[in-house]
């Protein structure tokens, strides 16, 4: 049974275009999210699948070589017209895939569970999907960790956009710093003196009522050499006033860090908990003000806890908190075992995050993307390791101030 369309089709295909991600070559951040999901959900295959105008096509895949199909037979397809998890326990007995071809050639799929890719704006760009040959049905602490993996999915997308987005009004910032003084010097001299002769003009005009023809022509003459310099000077400061406030900006508010932590903690929960990793979450007490996009700020945490469970070993622990050191912080620990064994997380992030992000095309890609988003945050990230305490990153805010009153009644309830 073919699917039908969703009812943005169009604009969910305009939102999964401005990613620029399809067609594009494998990443480790994806490939690590597919193997997870499988393990998670002990199938042999999964997928990142990305719904296209007329095919079906898989960013990362174990399990399976088949990287594209058409979207007439594609169970993905179907996923992406709800907003949760969609579980087929058994396509042979689902009218919808019992003749797929997908499902009754050699080796066919008989399990699927697929979970939406969700932006932030409410499009699904495809599925983060399970399949198995033979049926099963998983549990729910199954469910809650494919949806938590697809989120991550999600937000490495969406946060990728944005990092470049901004490497892009960076760069036109930087143009308009270069140009400064010839601006500078646009207004200060040709055009002032062009001004101060239309406005003497003027002013003879207002005082006598009687036209000067000599001062006139002057100013004409003036004004007209100058035409192009206005232009520019308008141009100038149309370029400056939209640097930075394009559809991909990030939207800056105040917020607290202690909520945006807590919430990240919480989204990557479900995917510690299939590994067995406990997270021990001390992100709480009073708010703790700050400016930033609270969403791409959200994504960037949960990034960073993914990092962590990512390369820690099964029976792991997490520590995360927010405090106040030179300003509000969130700190997160990857403490080593009590048997000696010691998370990996160190390298990764130092070598992602750390030593030169913006030249780091590979495994952690992500970890660049979201340092170049902390950046724009005017955040400072601090990294430590030492043996016996495992580690420790902290990332420390710029403090926002906030009313008297509101801070009272913070520490007041705390």
């Known amino acids: 049974m073919k699917a039908p369309l969703p009812d943005n089709e169009i604009e969910r295909l305009a939102a999964l275009y401005s990613l620029d991600i399809l067609d594009s070559p494998p990443e480790k951040d994806f490939d690590d999210i597919v193997a ?5 959900c002990e199938v042999p295959m999964s997928a990142v699948s ?3 105008a007329d095919r079906q096509w898989a960013k990362a895949q174990t399990g399976t070589e088949v990287a594209e199909t058409s979207r007439d037979v594609s169970f993905c397809a179907h996923a992406i017209l709800g907003r949760d998890l969609m579980l087929v326990p058994d396509a042979r007995e689902d009218d919808r895939f019992a003749d797929n071809p997908l499902v009754t050639g050699e080796h066919g799929v008989r399990f699927y569970a697929g979970a939406p890719l969700l932006t ?6 495809g599925t983060l999907c399970v399949m198995d040959t033979r049926p099963r049905r998983l549990d729910v602490e199954q469910q809650q960790a494919l949806r938590a993996l697809a989120r991550q999915v999600t937000a490495q997308l969406e946060l990728r956009r944005y990092a470049f987005a901004l490497a892009n009004t960076t760069a036109r910032l930087q143009e308009l710093e270069r140009r400064k003084d010839d601006l500078a010097g646009l207004v200060g001299g040709e055009l002032r003196s062009s001004l101060r002769l239309m406005s003497a003009y003027l002013e003879r005009l207002g005082d006598t009522g009687y036209h000067d023809v000599e001062m006139a022509d002057l100013v004409a003459r003036a004004t007209s050499a100058h035409v192009r310099g206005f232009r520019e000077l308008i141009d100038h400061l149309t370029t400056m006033a939209d640097a930075g406030l394009g559809g991909e900006s990030l939207h800056m508010r105040q917020c607290d860090l202690t909520r945006v932590t807590q919430r990240a903690v919480e989204a990557v929960r479900p995917i510690a908990a299939s590994k067995h990793i406990w997270i021990l979450n001390q992100a709480g007490g009073p708010s703790l003000p700050i400016i930033a996009d609270p969403v791409r700020l959200e994504q960037v945490l949960t990034h960073l ?5 990512k390369y820690t070993p099964e029976g792991g622990r997490v520590r995360v908190g927010t405090e106040m050191e030179s300003g509000p912080t969130v700190r997160l620990d990857d403490m080593d075992l009590p048997d000696g064994m010691r998370p990996d997380l160190f390298p990764h992030l130092y070598y992602g995050a750390i030593a030169n992000p913006a030249d780091v ?3 952690d890609r992500g970890l660049a993307v979201a340092k170049r988003i902390l950046d724009a945050h005017h955040a400072t990230v601090a990294l430590s390791d030492r043996p016996g305490d495992g580690t420790s990153l902290h990332v420390v805010f710029p403090y926002a101030s906030m009313d008297p009153a509101e801070l009272i009644r913070d520490l ?3």
Not at 36 to 40: D, F, H, I, N, S
Not at 120 to 125: H, I, P, S, V
Not at 305 to 309: E, K, N, R, T, Y
């Open 36 to 40: 997870l999901a499988a393990g998670v």
């Open 361 to 363: 095309p590979g495994p």
């Open 120 to 125: 932030t704006d409410g499009f699904a760009l």
């Open 305 to 309: 806890l993914f990092a962590a469970v």
């Open 412 to 414: 007041a309830i705390a």
């Open 50 to 52: 990305l719904v296209d």
